[in-house]
């Protein structure tokens, strides 16, 4: 059912023969130099009907024709996506917008936005033949990876830094991961990672540059656009950025659909980055990243990329957008998890809050106007990070039993 052509460098533009490429253009002589996967809409067009739509299940795979590859049974039915479009009221007079939706992808199986691309990722490394999956991380990826590769029956392995925290090793044990933890920091565990994975032939889901991991993210898109009823399409969907592969993917779902005309336009696209990490913020200004050692830190540990692997699909498609980057700081984020919890009920991340405080910052800023029509990816679930939570929820009454 798949209706993929083929592949292209996003930079020098040269087709690349699919399927299986899953790293970086052979042909330009740059890192960063990552592939976009090709459909033949046309054909597309003949089969995701809205009637044929409707009738498929209640998750990503409803999409099929827009994803790389060809499902089997059993990798249809893991519940990834198709997550609530929630309207929020009270949140939107907090932020300081006409109306204002949430997305809420911390509803997906592993708690985060990365199940989009690892459960694609996975299936595409069975098909290959692969007989184990890896990664280095401790966020979201590792766990979202780990979660899949236990739903399909395949080992995993995690390389975690030393520092890695505690609560983020338990979900990958959980899921019965095999992790281990390097002494030394993420790039060695990184780099352990990669040579390991060349040498025992395991699929490596280090993501950013596998186009495969990317086309998972634009199912957030393709669902947006179904979901905007009436066609009542935002002024702006804002999200937050690290690697840049979720609004490069969510701007690519978009489009997309815009082309086979399930939305009569574009909403504009809000990146939201850390105030002190934000590179993809300064690409989209100078056309370069900025040296890594001017970055800072942020309790948002899921944006905190100071090198980002995407920058150029996310900034090629926020401007595709006529969209806009801002940064946010660390007492915003704490806000907005404070304000997206108790007035909108959606306990979100950090790094997912960003986006909700993103907004509100824009609005203050005039990018945004107070009459626009809003929407906000919640890219992860708050019980994901309770230590960032706690740092900024207060503290219960402490009172005596009742006599
Ligand atoms: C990974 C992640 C992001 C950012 O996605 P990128 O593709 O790295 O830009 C945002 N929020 C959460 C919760 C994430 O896990």
């Known amino acids: 059912m798949s209706c993929v052509t083929g592949l292209t460098c996003i930079n020098c533009g040269v087709g690349v023969p699919a399927p299986d490429s899953a790293g970086v253009c052979p042909h330009c002589d740059d890192p960063f130099s990552v592939l976009d996967v090709q459909y033949d809409l046309n054909r597309v067009a003949r089969t995701m009907t809205r009637v044929a739509i409707t009738a498929r299940p209640a998750n990503h795979w409803r999409y099929a024709e827009l994803l790389p590859i060809d499902g089997d049974d059993n990798a249809f039915r893991w519940p990834v996506g198709w997550t609530p479009l929630l309207s929020a009221d009270r ?139 009436d066609d009542r399409v935002p002024d702006w969907v804002a999200v937050s950025v690290g690697d840049g592969c979720t609004i490069a993917g969510i701007g690519r779902g978009l489009q997309q659909m815009r082309a086979l ?32 050692s001017s970055c800072g830190a942020t309790m948002a540990d899921s944006i905190d990329v100071p090198v980002p692997r995407n920058w150029r699909k996310a900034v090629r498609e926020v401007k595709a957008s006529e969209g806009a980057f801002i940064g946010v700081t660390d007492e915003e984020i ?48 708050g019980l994901k990070d309770i230590r960032g939570a706690m740092q900024v929820a207060g503290s219960p009454r402490d009172v005596e039993p009742m006599a």
């Open 91 to 229: 949140l939107a007079v907090w932020v300081g917008v006409q109306a204002l939706r949430l997305k809420d992808d911390g509803r997906n199986p592993t708690g985060s936005f990365k199940d989009r691309a690892s459960s694609v990722g996975v299936l595409h490394a069975l098909q290959g033949g692969a007989t184990r999956v890896a990664c280095a991380s401790t966020g979201n990826a590792a766990s979202s990876l780990a979660g899949f590769a236990a739903m399909a029956g395949i080992p995993a392995t995690i390389f975690v830094p030393q520092k890695a925290p505690d609560p983020k090793i338990a979900q990958l044990l959980i899921y019965g991961a095999d992790v281990r933890r390097v002494r030394g920091s993420y790039a060695q565990a990184y780099d352990m990672c990669s040579t390991l994975c060349e040498r025992e032939g395991w699929y490596n889901r280090n993501c950013a540059i596998n186009p495969y991991l990317v086309e998972g993210k634009k199912t957030c898109g393709l669902e947006l656009a179904e979901q905007f009823s």
């Open 334 to 381: 704490g806000a907005a998890m404070r304000a997206t919890g108790s007035l909108a009920g959606v306990f979100a991340e950090p790094a997912a809050a960003a986006a909700v405080a993103g907004v509100r910052a824009a609005v203050e800023s005039g990018v945004i106007d107070s009459g626009a029509d809003v929407v906000a990816v919640i890219t992860g679930n």
């Open 261 to 292: 005309g399930w939305i009569s336009r574009m909403p504009r696209l809000l990146g939201v980055q850390a105030a002190h990490v934000r590179p993809v913020m300064e690409a989209f200004v100078s056309g370069a990243l900025p040296d890594p």
